[in-house]
């Protein structure tokens, strides 16, 4: 065969093969995610073990979580300072010695606290794993809370909330949530400079002896895991019983809602805008029907409030609506900044586009496409070891287990037209809304 009869055929074969650029990729509804395997045991001094021993690559993550966030808190800021400065000395090590040891081995500490749990988190290659379980160990047995480290610890953060106050988002956050909280309440609160200077050491090592227990303890292990490893996981912090004080949460009183506050800013060139109100906690009936409704209004890029407001009326150029949830309680806002002379006009769309979705089904296809926006979502938050361990934790310290998942999909799946149409109903009412804008002067 010569190249004369081949070159047509070949061709033929370039052209089957070319993407037809015209049309979009085929598209498949998902109807099941398959959650990997997550162990769940406990040592025997009731330290709570989840285990994901997933991926191919030397790495693993090792994470301690204790229950001593702000709701367990004695003195303001006090959980803060106490995760934050944990790793600023142990043992007979300065903080300088503590952090050349990690970064001698190619690894990295951090330390966090939220509302209700403190975290420190170890990422390592799993080989080096057995040099530095003991030195997360001499965190906890043996940290230092150095006079002249809280000191840089409260200078630092001063300095930091003063950038912070100039920004006028910022000042919105805080706003709302002290008046949906209450001023002196755990999820209410705000940090101030004569908060930081209160800290002491004294604060600081009652609230570690308090709530760093073991009975109050969960550990996250993920990625490349040995038996080595466990076993010292377990002679390290499975074997020592230290019972953690009791702390039982207040609620907050529901009485903070339906205000309008406006506050005058020497900040920024736009006025933020939040309106929002109290709502519930991850364990709430209403809570996988509300997860849709509020993607659907403004939980994501081709929301209502995207399309509408930045879209089709140009009053600004981000919006969205979020759920903020606790261990034992949440809220919902609205989050926008716009030009001054806007803001009327904005925060009368976002209470139409609420009287909207009570007032009309939403369609189907609409509906289908952020069911399919959301099982995409699911399915990267289940891709890869670290993933899987952080929707775990999310779970378990939620109070469920992670296959309880399942049921949070299908709950997602079958919410119907007149579901979203009953939330909004029951939730999106302006008279409960707390509206708060900082404007330019």
């Not at 966090?112 to 403190?118: I, L, T, V």
């Not at 906890?140 to 200078?155: N, S």
């Not at 004080?245 to 506050?263: E, L, N, R, W």
């Not at 378990?396 to 992670?402: A, N, Q, V, Y």
Request: aromatic share 10%.
């Amino acid at each position: 065969m010569t190249l004369f009869h081949i070159l047509p055929v070949l061709l033929q074969i370039q052209k089957n093969l070319m993407l037809n650029r015209k049309a979009g990729p085929i598209s498949h509804n998902l109807t099941k995610l398959i959650i990997p395997e997550i162990q769940e045991y406990e040592w025997a001094n009731g330290t709570k073990v989840c285990e994901i021993n997933l991926g191919s690559q030397d790495i693993t993550k090792i994470e301690i979580v204790h229950k001593a966030g702000r709701s367990v808190e004695d003195h303001h800021l006090a959980s803060r300072a106490t995760s934050s400065l944990m790793k600023d000395g142990c043992g007979n090590k300065t903080s300088a010695q503590f952090a050349e040891e990690i970064d001698f081995l190619g690894a990295s500490v951090k330390t966090a606290s939220n509302m209700d749990f403190s975290y420190t988190t170890l990422h390592t290659l799993t080989r080096h794993a057995d040099n530095l379980v003991p030195l997360l160990h001499e965190m906890y047995e043996r940290p230092v809370f150095a006079e002249d480290e809280i000191e840089k610890f409260k200078k630092l953060n001063i300095q930091k909330l003063k950038e912070e106050l100039t920004k006028n988002e910022v000042i919105t956050y805080r706003l709302i949530t002290e008046e949906i909280f209450g001023k002196s309440h755990a999820y209410g609160y705000n940090s101030t400079e004569s908060d930081y200077n209160a800290i002491n050491q004294s604060i600081i090592k009652e609230h570690f002896e308090n709530y760093y227990g073991s009975d109050n303890r969960f550990v996250f292990i993920s990625g490349k895991i040995t038996d080595t490893m466990l076993k010292q996981l377990e002679a390290y912090f499975g074997s020592e019983t230290k019972p953690s004080k009791t702390h039982d949460y207040v609620p907050a009183k529901d009485y903070f809602k339906g205000k309008s506050i406006q506050i005058a800013s020497q900040n920024e060139h736009q006025s933020a805008i939040k309106t929002g109100m109290k709502l519930f906690n991850k364990n709430h009936p209403d809570n996988d029907t509300f997860f849709v409704l509020n993607t659907i209004f403004g939980g994501y890029f081709g929301s209502r409030l995207m399309s509408k407001i930045r879209e089709d009326l140009g009053y600004t150029y981000d919006i969205f609506s979020s759920v903020d949830q606790m261990l034992y309680d949440g809220c919902f806002y609205v989050s926008t900044e716009a030009a001054d002379k806007y803001v009327p006009l904005l925060l009368t769309e976002i209470y139409q586009q609420m009287d909207v979705l009570k007032q009309e089904l939403v369609q189907s296809d609409e509906l289908n496409m952020v069911k399919n926006y959301l099982m995409g979502s699911f399915m990267n938050m289940l891709d890869g070891p670290m993933n899987v361990s952080s929707f775990a934790k999310s779970m378990i310290l939620s109070g469920k287990r992670p296959s309880d998942f399942n049921a949070t999909v299908s709950n997602i799946l079958e919410t119907k037209p007149s579901d979203i149409c009953g939330m909004a109903q029951k939730y999106f009412n302006r008279e409960n809304m707390t509206e708060i804008v900082v404007y330019p002067v």
